[in-house]
C-alpha cells in the first residue's frame, strides 16, 4: 500500500500528460493477473517468492484501480457517480464471490494451484470488458520523457498545495491509515480463522463467500 500510495500521484500525472490511461491500466492488470497465476508455483518454504508475488498482485490491481475510478467522470453525469461506483463496488463483490466459489473443489482436493490460476482467468476474464469498451487514449504528441517530467512537476505542486490545506491533508492520511487497516483485517481473517477458530480452508473460503454477498448488499 506504501507503494501504490507514493507511485500513484507520479504515475497518474504521467497518463494524464501523456494519454496512456488505458495503457497503464491493461498493464497493471496483466502484471495483477500473472502474479496471482503465479501464486500456484508457491511451495512450502518458498516465503520469499510467495511475498514477492503476493507484492506484484496487490500493487498492480491497487495500481489499476487508480486509472479503473479515473474513468468514472467519463462515464456518468456528477449526479450519477456515485450510484455507478456503487453499483462497480457490487459488481466487484460479486465477482469476487464468484472466484472463491470456483476456488472450493480446488482446495477440498488441497490443489491449491489450480484455485489460483482459475482466481487468475476469472480476474482476466472480467478485466477483459473494461479493456476494450472503454475510451481509447488520446495522442497529445508529448513523449513519455517529457509526460514523466511534466508528471514529476504536477506531483510537486500539487504536494506543495497541500500544505495550504490542512483538513485535506488530514483527510488523505486518515483515509490512507483506515484503508490499509480495512485491508489488513481482510488479509488476516484467513489466518484468524484458520489458526485461532480451527476452520479449514474450504470453511474459510465459505467465510469470505458470505462475507462478499453481505459486502455486495451494503454497496
Same mark, same amino acid.
Do not use: C
Given at each position: 500500500?506504501?507503494?501504490?500510495?507514493?507511485? *500513484?500521484?507520479? /504515475?497518474?500525472?504521467?497518463?494524464? %500528460?501523456?494519454? #496512456?490511461?488505458?495503457?497503464?491500466?491493461?498493464?497493471?492488470?496483466?502484471?495483477?493477473?500473472?502474479?496471482?497465476?503465479?501464486?500456484?508455483?508457491?511451495?512450502? $518454504?518458498?516465503?520469499?517468492? $510467495?511475498?514477492?508475488?503476493?507484492?506484484?498482485?496487490?500493487?498492480?490491481?491497487?495500481?489499476?484501480?487508480?486509472?479503473?475510478?479515473?474513468? /468514472?467522470?467519463?462515464?456518468? *453525469?456528477?449526479?450519477?457517480?456515485? %450510484?455507478? *461506483?456503487?453499483?462497480?463496488?457490487?459488481?466487484?463483490?460479486?465477482?469476487?464471490?464468484?472466484?472463491? +466459489?470456483?476456488?472450493?473443489?480446488?482446495?477440498?482436493?488441497?490443489?491449491?494451484?489450480?484455485?489460483?490460476?482459475?482466481?487468475?482467468?476469472?480476474?482476466? /476474464?472480467?478485466?477483459?470488458?473494461?479493456?476494450?469498451?472503454?475510451?481509447?487514449?488520446?495522442?497529445?504528441?508529448?513523449?513519455?520523457?517529457?509526460?514523466?517530467?511534466?508528471?514529476?512537476?504536477?506531483?510537486?505542486?500539487?504536494?506543495?498545495?497541500?500544505?495550504?490545506?490542512?483538513?485535506?491533508?488530514?483527510?488523505? +492520511?486518515?483515509? /490512507?491509515?483506515?484503508?490499509?487497516? #480495512?485491508?489488513?483485517?481482510?488479509?488476516?481473517?484467513?489466518?484468524?480463522?484458520?489458526?485461532?477458530? $480451527?476452520?479449514?480452508?474450504?470453511?474459510?473460503?465459505?467465510?469470505?463467500?458470505?462475507? %462478499?454477498?453481505?459486502? +455486495?448488499?451494503?454497496?
Amino acid at each position: 500500500m506504501l507503494v501504490v500510495a507514493l507511485a *500513484s500521484p507520479p /504515475l497518474g500525472a504521467v497518463a494524464d %500528460q501523456a494519454r #496512456v490511461r488505458k495503457r497503464l491500466l491493461t498493464v497493471f492488470s496483466a502484471l495483477s493477473v500473472t502474479a496471482t497465476a503465479s501464486m500456484a508455483t508457491v511451495t512450502r $518454504g518458498d516465503v520469499l517468492w $510467495g511475498f514477492i508475488l503476493a507484492v506484484l498482485g496487490i500493487v498492480g490491481f491497487e495500481a489499476a484501480l487508480v486509472y479503473y475510478n479515473a474513468y /468514472l467522470p467519463d462515464l456518468a *453525469s456528477l449526479g450519477w457517480r456515485g %450510484q455507478l *461506483s456503487a453499483y462497480g463496488f457490487a459488481a466487484h463483490y460479486l465477482g469476487a464471490a464468484g472466484a472463491l +466459489l470456483a476456488a472450493v473443489p480446488f482446495a477440498a482436493r488441497a490443489r491449491y494451484g489450480g484455485a489460483f490460476r482459475t482466481a487468475a482467468g476469472i480476474y482476466a /476474464l472480467f478485466a477483459t470488458p473494461a479493456l476494450l469498451v472503454l475510451p481509447p487514449d488520446r495522442g497529445t504528441g508529448i513523449g513519455v520523457g517529457s509526460a514523466v517530467r511534466l508528471g514529476l512537476a504536477r506531483t510537486r505542486a500539487i504536494i506543495v498545495d497541500l500544505a495550504r490545506h490542512r483538513e485535506l491533508r488530514r483527510f488523505l +492520511l486518515a483515509y /490512507l491509515v483506515y484503508y490499509d487497516g #480495512v485491508n489488513t483485517v481482510v488479509f488476516f481473517a484467513a489466518l484468524f480463522a484458520d489458526h485461532t477458530l $480451527g476452520f479449514t480452508t474450504v470453511e474459510v473460503i465459505r467465510l469470505f463467500f458470505v462475507v %462478499q454477498f453481505s459486502a +455486495l448488499l451494503g454497496a
